[in-house]
Nanobody
Framework: QVQLVESGGGSVQAGGSLRLSCAAS????????MGWFRQAPGKEREGVAA???????RYADSVKCRFTISQDNAKSTVYLQMTSLKREDTAMYYC??????????????????WGQGTQVTVSS
């Protein structure tokens, strides 16, 4: 059974930085996507960034050049470094993972395993 545990959320002023971490366990096989999604109150969950094992990365347009996703395969951990944070980045951030390759790294309905979420709040 896949387990994903996020950490690193918090409150920060606009322009600041935060680093999220997600530790994964229960995966078999080395080929997988790991990703970060977020959901603000009253909005749908949206893809933020995803990374494949080799590594391939994909970002939402709204976070390109501000967020960086990376992974430590030895620790089965994925990170999301967030810089130049804006108020609109405020949301619950969820870690997710799926086995194998597909063409939809930021499509929410292609993922089944989710962490419990970590809150990111950006104030002006």
């Amino acid at each position: 059974q896949v387990q994903l545990v996020e950490s690193g959320g918090g409150s920060v002023q606009a322009g600041g930085s935060l680093r999220l971490s997600c530790a994964a366990s229960g995966f078999t096989g080395s080929s997988r996507f790991m990703g970060w999604f977020r959901q603000a109150p009253g909005k749908e969950r949206e893809g933020v960034a995803a990374i494949y094992t080799n590594p391939f990365t994909r970002y939402a347009d709204s976070v390109k050049c501000r967020f960086t996703i990376s992974q430590d395969n030895a620790k089965s951990t994925v990170y999301l470094q967030m810089t130049s944070l804006k108020r609109e980045d405020t949301a619950m951030y969820y870690c997710t993972a799926k086995r194998g390759w597909d063409s939809w790294p930021l499509r929410v309905d292609t993922y089944k395993a989710w962490g419990q979420g970590t809150q990111v709040t950006v104030s002006s």
